[in-house]
């Protein structure tokens, strides 16, 4: 065949589709189709979310199975020694992780009573200000009631 010029193709087609793919560039655009021939396509919107939930149920499955087969093999590649490091790197994550964790809830609680504080006196200067503003009404109404009995201006 090659000597007619014509290219060989490879006896597997489906294997050389998968190899002529970019390994670092997967194809996750899947149409999200009838399901199957006999389905409809997509006379309900009940049954086109349906299917679109199962779809993307299944590329989680297929994703979590493909990432699950990829660390494993990874990881039987490697040596004990490699192996005995990466689990002292992932402790020391982990601890210093834990400790972000605890600096964070610190300053959160703290902030948190900080917050609280402010806002107990906030609504004691609410409090105090509505005391005063019916107070200052009140000396306001009194005002206006002498004035408009003694016919003059307050205080003279």
Known sequence: M???????????????LMND??????????????????SSGGSEAGDSEGRRQAHGEFQQRDFSEAYERYHTERLQGRS???????YLDLERRLSQAEEETRR?????GCAGRQSCRQVEELAAEVERLRTENQRLRQENEMWNREGSLGGGTPGT
């Open 80 to 86: 004990k020694q490699e192996l005995v490091q990466d």
């Open 104 to 108: 964070l809830q610190q300053l959160r």
């Open 2 to 16: 090659f000597a007619k010029g014509q290219p060989l193709a490879p006896y597997n087609t489906t294997q050389f």
């Open 21 to 38: 793919r970019d390994p670092e560039e997967p194809d996750l655009d899947v149409p999200l189709g009838p399901s199957h021939p006999d």
